[in-house]
């Protein structure tokens, strides 16, 4: 309706990022001291967010995971926004 202001709920770690992290590559990047499914270490606020824009400029520039699949656009989108909605749980 026009003229009405939405509102948006803020996207979720635990509801919207953390599923789009398959178990494989959590495994696979556990080693590598880099907990994907780990709110805590995700949202760091330590070094301006750094273990997450990190995590974000891997899967944009399609290094991880390794050897795909990769993230698509929309996948991309999602994570930007949760960064910009102010890391919520």
């Known amino acids: 309706m026009e003229g009405k202001s939405q509102t948006h709920t803020p996207l979720s770690f635990a509801v919207n990022i953390k599923p789009l992290f398959r178990a494989i590559d959590i495994q696979h990047m556990k080693p590598h001291q880099v907990p994907l499914d780990s709110y805590a270490y995700m949202s760091d606020a330590t070094d301006n967010h750094a273990n997450a824009q990190g995590v974000f400029d891997q899967l944009s520039s ?3 995971p390794p050897g795909g699949p990769f993230w698509t656009t ?14 919520q749980p």
């Open 74 to 87: 929309a996948q991309l989108a999602l994570f930007t926004s949760w960064m910009d909605g102010g890391y």
């Open 62 to 64: 399609q290094s991880m």
